[in-house]
């Protein structure tokens, strides 16, 4: 059971939560309905990204054998066969579907795009430089907007704006982090990848450009009037561009160092520093709800 559980990638469901913002966004974390739909588009996508987590281990098995990791991950070390996985896929493809058609049609919309592109990636896309960062990051906003689908909130053009260059900088420190690593192997890049380790470089560059122009979007919201609506006073949610600020550069540090060796959402539920983080900004929003 625990290989299984490292095989549909139980850990990666971390990043569903996503489809959570909207409702946190729009102020409905009260209404037991829209929680309810919410929880139904996780579940769905859950068992959707385990689906293609597993198609993605059974295309990539030649480049993750020679991955000094992923040659560990159960197909690519033999501790599941391929024929298993190739028949549990389907299985859980099927069952989101049907949750997702039940909960709604947009909702199916989304799933089903997400899906393709994710198809599109593992296939194609992942070996075409900047084009698979880019589309690392449409997923990551995918997730939001599946959330919104599901919870028929409609998102706002600050939340889409931050999610991308937010996720544009996280796919781009995850691909630098894996270069820092093919580099302390003294590699000239990562198998099946398209980068080499002199890219590292732009890579950075565009990180921290991506990352930076979030805190700027961030920031702009706060000044905006959109924002009198859903918040009493607007004076605490400037602090929450600090703390954001700090772990965005510190998270690019630590890649730099090489010592960032997960997802950088998966890194961030195991990290105290991001945990003290998301509770300095939790108590900021609280702040500006209430005052």
Known sequence: MSIWLRAIRVHQWLKNLLLFLPVLAGHKFTDLYT??????????????????????DIVDLKSDRAHPRKCKRPFASG???????????????????????YLSWPFLGVLMLYFLLTCSYS???????????MLLAG????????????????????LLAFSVFVFLSLALVKRYSELMLMRDLQKEGAAGRGYFVQDSVVLLSLGSAAAYSAVLVLALYINSPDMVDLYSSRWPLWLLLPPF???????????HRGELHEDPLVFAVTDKQSWGVAMTSGIALIAATVM
């Not at 501790?79 to 058609?101: R, T």
């Open 245 to 255: 600020l700090y772990w965005m550069t510190r998270i690019w540090l630590k890649a």
């Open 79 to 101: 501790a599941i066969p391929v024929k298993q996985g190739v028949i549990v896929a389907p299985i859980f493809l099927v069952i989101s579907i049907l949750m997702a058609a």
């Open 139 to 158: 997923l990551y906003t995918m997730r939001v907007l599946a959330g919104s689908a599901a919870t028929a909130i409609l998102p706002s053009f600050w």
């Open 123 to 133: 296939f194609w896309l992942k070996n075409q430089v900047i084009v698979d960062v």
């Open 35 to 56: 929680i309810r739909c919410a929880l139904l588009g996780f579940a769905s996508f859950c068992l959707c990204a385990s689906a293609v987590y597993l198609i993605n």
